[in-house]
């Protein structure tokens, strides 16, 4: 199948056109779910990922706020901790950096960590909760 004139003017637009609320290059509906297929590939490594304490990883802990996935492979995480005082706080981001950087696909991963909104434990999901027996 060959590309019009018109179709190529078209691609163009889109690549070049920018979300101004939060300034990101607008992505096609194709990139949209390659985005989508590689952030939930990103969600199954950082589901490998646990703190050594408890027997629930980090995504199911409620400490991973945000998965952002740009077309061009570039992977921003927004992650907590279980407090500042965590005796993981310097090696876990770097262990999800890692693992995210790992996933065929990503070009660049950066970890955030973030206190706000602060992590509770209303944050896990119904299984972590049932397995640190939490759970109603």
Do not use: F, H
Request: hydrophobic content about 40%; some cysteine.
């Amino acid at each position: 199948m060959t590309e019009s004139a018109s179709d190529k003017t078209i691609d163009s637009t889109v690549e070049n056109q920018t979300d101004s609320a939060i300034d990101k290059p607008v992505m096609s509906p194709v990139d949209k779910l390659a985005a989508q297929a590689l952030e939930s590939q990103i969600i199954e490594v950082i589901q490998t990922v646990y703190d050594p304490e408890i027997p629930v990883n980090i995504y199911e802990l409620g400490l991973i706020y945000a998965v952002e996935v740009s077309a061009n492979g570039i992977v921003d995480v927004k992650m907590t901790l279980t407090s500042p005082a965590c005796p993981v706080a310097g090696t876990l981001p770097g262990e999800v950096e890692n693992r995210v950087k790992s996933v065929d696909g990503v070009i660049q991963a950066r970890v955030d960590i973030v206190w706000d909104p602060p992590w509770t434990p209303e944050m896990m999901s119904e299984s972590a909760k049932l397995t640190l027996n939490m759970g109603p």
